[in-house]
């Protein structure tokens, strides 16, 4: 994985943690040795697993960690780390996960879409042509199609993958983010592109293979799924 040696503004990566003590060590050892100009905050929601603990004893740098005590939720984590990342200044901001579902070699590619074509969020897509899954079960394909297919129809997005949490933003759409604050789950991704849609954002698709977590358990469940729906519903009434 190779940066390219086209001039690179200022960026920051988002990665949000809850027990991932096996995984987030390793995700970064892995990043910066490939791209070591990037500034890395990791939102960690006080994880039992001691993920904080084996973050502190890395000796990087460039590498934030925001343990928050009071707060949960992949959405508020992902606000947390946008606020941040625009307080220090920073162009382009990338969120992603910490458990290698999110494969970090197409963060190139996706770093000189959003430089070069001028995009305020590139999404990491499963559902254009050359993106995929791998190793998810038949429910996780049928929630994930479903739930992409009735976000494009109630918003008229021109995306296929509303739902990706691999992506990159802008300044002004990471600003435009964090509106999204009562989105404190998985709903914070649809809420991102509508608030981008809304705004007239470009916004374009990277194609990557997703593949499923081999390390840890995914926190999506039940009560997420249902939260997610029931936020989509409240968006289409008050857009």
Not at 16 to 26: G, R
Not at 148 to 157: D, E, G, T, Y
Not at 218 to 227: A, C, D, F, H, Q
Request: hydrophobic letters at 40%; glycine letters at 8%; proline letters at 3%.
């Amino acid at each position: 994985m190779s940066y390219g040696d086209y001039a690179m503004r200022k960026t920051s990566v988002v990665i949000p943690t809850y027990n991932e003590k096996d995984n987030i060590v390793k995700l970064l050892k892995v990043m910066n040795e490939a791209i070591p100009s990037l500034n890395y905050l990791v939102v960690d929601d006080n994880s039992p697993d001691g993920t904080y603990d084996v973050l502190r004893k890395m000796e990087m740098k460039n590498l934030e960690v925001i343990v928050r005590t009071n707060e949960r939720g992949l959405g508020s984590a992902i606000r947390t780390g946008l606020e941040r990342a625009l307080k220090t200044e920073s162009e382009l901001i990338v969120t992603m996960d910490a458990d290698f579902s999110h494969d970090p070699a197409y963060l190139p590619g996706m770093l000189k879409m959003a430089e070069e074509g001028g995009y305020d969020i590139v999404v990491g897509s499963r559902y254009v042509k050359g993106g995929g899954i791998e190793n998810w079960p038949l429910k996780r394909r049928i929630v994930s199609k479903g739930a992409n297919f009735l976000f494009r129809v109630a918003m008229r997005s021109y995306l296929k993958d509303n739902t990706s949490n691999y992506r990159v933003y802008s300044a002004r759409a990471a600003r435009e983010a964090l509106n999204c604050n009562s989105a404190d789950g998985y709903e914070f991704q649809i809420c991102s592109i509508y608030r981008a849609l809304k705004s007239n954002l470009k916004m374009g698709e990277y194609p990557i293979v997703f593949k499923d977590r081999e390390v840890g358990k995914s926190k999506l469940n039940n009560g997420e799924i249902v939260r997610w729906f029931k936020f989509l519903v409240s968006l289409l009434f008050s857009s």
